[in-house]
C-alpha cells in the first residue's frame, strides 16, 4: 500500500511562486513508474498538470501550462515536488499528487494512477 503527502500550498499573489511536495511511503512504492500532479478548481473537472518517469526522470507537461511549472523527483526521499512561477488567480485550486505503477500514467491517463494525495489548497489571489 502506498500513501502520499501533500504539502506546501497556501495564498500567493499574482505572479508569485509556490514549491509543493509529495511524500511517499508505503511498502509497495517499489513498484512506482509513475508520478504525476493534478489540479481541481471549484466546478471543474480534476485536470493532468504533468508527471515524471520515476525511474529515468523524464518529465511530461500539459501544453497549456506555457512552461510555468516544473516537476523533479528526488528518489532517495521517495518525493516528486512541482515548481510554480508566474502564478495567475486561475491557477487557484486543490493541487493533487498520484502515484501510478504504469509507464502509460505518465502521459495523464488518470485512470492509470493508482494513489492519490488529500491534496493541498494553492490559492492565487491579491
Known amino acids: 500500500q502506498v500513501r502520499l503527502v501533500e504539502s506546501g500550498g497556501g495564498l500567493v499573489q499574482p505572479g508569485g511562486a509556490l514549491r509543493l511536495s509529495c511524500v511517499a511511503s508505503?511498502?509497495?512504492?517499489?513498484?512506482?513508474?509513475?508520478m504525476g500532479w493534478f489540479r481541481q478548481a471549484p466546478g471543474k473537472d480534476r485536470e493532468f498538470l504533468g508527471a515524471?518517469?520515476?525511474?529515468?526522470?523524464?518529465?511530461n507537461y500539459d501544453d497549456a501550462l506555457e512552461g510555468r511549472f516544473t516537476i523533479s523527483r528526488d528518489n532517495a526521499k521517495n518525493t516528486v515536488y512541482l515548481q510554480m512561477s508566474g502564478l495567475k488567480p486561475e491557477d487557484t485550486a486543490v493541487y493533487y499528487c498520484?502515484?501510478?505503477?504504469?509507464?502509460?500514467?505518465?502521459?495523464?491517463?488518470?485512470?492509470?494512477?493508482?494513489?492519490w494525495g488529500q491534496g493541498t489548497q494553492v490559492t492565487v489571489s491579491s
Open positions: 498520484a502515484q501510478s505503477k504504469s509507464a502509460a500514467a505518465w502521459y495523464g491517463i488518470q485512470d492509470s494512477y493508482d494513489t
Open positions: 508505503g511498502d509497495t512504492f517499489f513498484r512506482t513508474l509513475t
Open positions: 515524471v518517469g520515476w525511474h529515468d526522470g523524464n518529465t
